[in-house]
């Protein structure tokens, strides 16, 4: 029943992508077994609706006891205290029961209606209009009788999804279950009942030529009101520069209870439609989306500098007109076109991923525009949360026809050149995507710059790349001496080794315009002269570039490494944003194959963080869509389909290494007898986030007097 149909129309595609749109993308998780689920859900509409549900941190006051509810085989057991109305309201708003006022929880008309009518056919109908893909994954146990698994396979391959897990496809059929859509028929293999039919019958179905990126579909965007038009025009007529829009950082409340960071913002810009006390607003926001006061603090900059709020008197805010016409709106597209008035990368974003582009690669390019990883992301989310971009696989990003549209309507900053980058990132693809903090990306930078510039600075020929070297040396955490002038080494570094003995290598820096370093710019005598001098083990020549096989073959023969600016600086940045310590980055130092054994090791720790990364995302996926806790044996089953595909003892190596450093990231739920098959549960991740970055911190404060 779910194809791809020749003869669908234009029309009709539309349709189904609007309907698509609209729907949540995955079932949420609901506490307790399937058993109490049904029951549950009614329950909690009826006390909606009578209104029950006006403190969110209060638990529900049931009128059955979940205990007393015979557990379905198979099922989890059910908890036997019901949860707070903050942990239901989640689920509840998935499926557009309820919605959040005044005075607490409040029933949707589609939660009035199933109020009225609390019937499972309601319900499964309920699903069928607000969950992405609940019909068509119910659609393909019409014909035949499958497992979960052949059901995962098969929405996967026909509407290209980027489910991780098979726990997206578990929880629609789980609920399929309950509701009686479909029954198992042995073997582990489901098949649709007589309800499953008749929910499906004269119902629209999203068919997978829906999802195709290249299907045309012609998107009529609200005009902008004119407040926000005009903020447009500034930057169209040149009023304003496109380098006033702001870089500053980023940060909105998304609670699991409230993940639609665009929703949030709404929220907190109503509450401030009429002047409001800073203190008020403060509080109201603490409130609502239960913050601390120093979260709520660091996010009114970014409030005012995205053009949302304004200060109309001493410590008096009021929301912008601009915001006010977004609100009254009600088109999240408004709030792009805001933030995009105000902050850079935004519609710019929409542009770079017009194609299928991998998040990293977005990242460096957000870079060229002064924005780092973490506001990238931020305005990603924003974009996703507003349907402008999508997430056709794991790690990429996408223009929607929505997006495009936008696209087209707004003034953008020119793209960036080579020429206006190079200061930002001049470093091979191969290390782009690893985070470095700006600061020391620009020391490796330096010796770039100075080794093809001798007079760069002012200071005598080639001085300038000498100090460069020795602060770059010193950034990677060697001690570095600066000695230099004639007769002697110019840079000399030493290390400890893991068996405490000390390892010494000598600098040879080789400043030339033209851009390369040729066998007349050595001394072969001179440098092993200095060699001995220092009792150096190591011998390094850094220029620009190496020409002519004499050079090289003099370097391999007396064990010198020749590093050229541009490779140093790259393998400086991704030692020091991967935490590499001085003896393994002094690897370059090694000849034949040192430079080449550092790649390889920043290759391997860059796979060790995705494949921790990947676990966290597991995780965080798992609590979102079931509750269910995960094994290492799962996540390394699951990463199979992708490009990282992770074996069972690299997942492993990652869980051990986030439960060393104590910070609670994961918790175990179950050890069982074999490692392989301990199950795990995300724990505090932003805590422990904090904890890591603060002992960063700690340990940079405590090595900023060393010496160099």
């Known amino acids: ?29 609901l506490r307790g077994g399937k058993g109490v689920w049904l029951p549950l859900v009614l329950e909690l509409v009826s006390l909606v ?12 006051e049931l009128t059955f006891d979940l205990a007393e509810i015979e557990q379905r085989q198979g099922g989890a057991a059910a908890k036997r205290e019901p949860a707070t109305w903050r942990e239901y309201y989640g689920f509840l708003k998935a499926l557009k029961l309820v919605d959040i006022a005044a005075t607490g929880l409040r029933l949707t008309d589609v939660g009035q209606d199933l109020k009225a009518d609390p019937t499972t056919a309601h319900l499964s109908a309920i699903f069928a209009d607000h969950v992405r ?8 146990l019409l014909e035949e009788s499958l497992t979960i698994d052949e059901v995962d396979d098969r929405v996967q391959s026909l509407y290209k ?40 019958s004269n119902r629209m179905i999203v068919t997978p030529q829906a999802f195709e990126s290249n299907l045309e579909d012609t998107v009529a965007l609200p005009h ?25 950082n980023i940060w ?40 601390k006061r120093s979260s709520v603090e660091s996010m009114l900059p970014f409030m005012r500098a995205s053009g949302l709020l304004h200060e109309v008197g001493r410590g008096v805010y009021e929301a912008t007109l601009a915001a006010q016409a977004w609100v009254d709106s009600g088109e999240d597209v408004n709030f792009v076109r805001i933030l995009h008035a105000n902050m850079r990368f935004i519609g710019e974003m929409v542009r770079f991923v017009q194609a299928d582009v991998p998040r990293n690669s977005i990242y460096a390019e957000a870079k060229y525009y002064g924005l780092n990883r973490d506001k990238c992301r931020w305005i990603a989310s924003f974009l996703l949360d507003t349907g402008l971009i999508e997430e056709p696989r794991y790690g990429s990003l996408r223009a929607t026809s929505r997006g495009l549209a936008l696209l087209a309507e707004l003034p953008l900053a020119d793209v960036p050149s080579q020429e206006q980058t190079v200061d930002h990132e001049d470093r091979p693809e191969h290390v782009a995507a690893v985070p470095t903090d700006t600061g020391r990306s620009s020391v490796g930078q330096e010796v770039v710059r100075f080794s093809r510039e001798p ?65 007349n710019d050595i001394s072969d005598v001179a440098i092993e002269t200095h060699k001995s001098r220092h009792e150096a083990s190591y011998v390094a020549i850094v220029g620009p570039g190496f020409s002519g096989d004499t050079i090289k073959n003099m370097a391999e023969q007396k064990s010198w490494a020749l590093l050229d600016a541009d490779r140093l600086a790259s393998l400086a940045e991704a030692s020091v944003a991967l935490g590499l310590r001085p003896f393994q980055i002094a690897m370059m130092f090694r000849v034949p194959s040192g430079m080449n054994a550092l790649e390889d090791l920043i290759s391997t720790e860059r796979r060790t963080l995705d494949i921790l990364s990947f676990l966290i995302g ?66 505090d991740v932003t805590a422990g986030s904090a904890q890591l970055r603060a002992l960063a911190d700690a340990v940079d404060r405590g090595n900023v007097n060393r010496g160099r």
Not at 49 to 60: E, F, S, Y
Not at 228 to 248: F, H, K, N, V, W
Not at 491 to 517: F, H, L, Q
């Open 133 to 140: 893909l609940f019909a068509e994954t119910l659609a393909l």
């Open 618 to 683: 597991k995780l965080v996926e798992e609590a979102n869509e079931s509750g269910e806790a995960i094994s290492a044996r799962d996540v390394s089953r699951d990463g199979r389909r992708t490009e990282l595909s992770p074996s069972v003892e690299e997942v492993m190596i990652s869980i051990e290494t986030l439960s060393r450093l104590q910070v609670d990231v994961l918790r175990k739920v179950d050890a069982a007898g074999d490692p392989k098959f301990a199950t795990y549960v995300l724990g």
């Open 224 to 248: 902008a009101p004119a407040a926000i038009a005009e903020s447009l025009d500034e930057l169209r007529t040149a009023t304003r520069t496109q380098d006033s829009r702001s870089t500053y």
């Open 455 to 519: 007079l760069l600075g002012g200071q005598a020929s080639g001085r300038g790349l000498e100090i460069a070297i020795r602060d770059l040396l010193v950034v990677l955490g060697f001690e570095a001496r600066l000695i230099g002038g004639s007769g002697d080494a110019d840079v000399v570094a030493r290390w400890t080794n893991p068996d405490g003995s000390r390892s010494t290598a000598i600098v040879e820096a080789k400043a030339r315009s033209a851009g390369t370093v040729t066998h």
């Open 49 to 60: 609706g009578d209104g029950r549900a006006t403190n969110l941190d209060a638990n529900a």
């Open 252 to 291: 909105v409340p998304s609670p699991p209870s409230d993940p639609n960071k665009v929703e949030n913002l709404r929220t907190i810009v109503n509450a401030a439609f009429s002047k409001i006390e800073r203190e008020e607003l403060f509080s109201f926001i603490c409130q609502r989306f239960n913050l």
């Open 161 to 200: 999804q980027s489910w991780r897990t098979r726990a997206s496809t578990r929880s629609r059929m789980d609920w399929q279950e309950v509701l009686g859509l479909i029954e198992g028929v042995g073997s582990r293999r489901w098949r649709a009942t007589d309800a499953g039919r008749a929910l499906l």
């Open 1 to 29: 029943m779910v194809s791809v149909d020749p003869a669908v129309s234009l029309s009709d595609l539309s349709a189904q992508r609007a309907l698509s749109r609209e729907q949540a993308s995955s079932v949420p998780g």
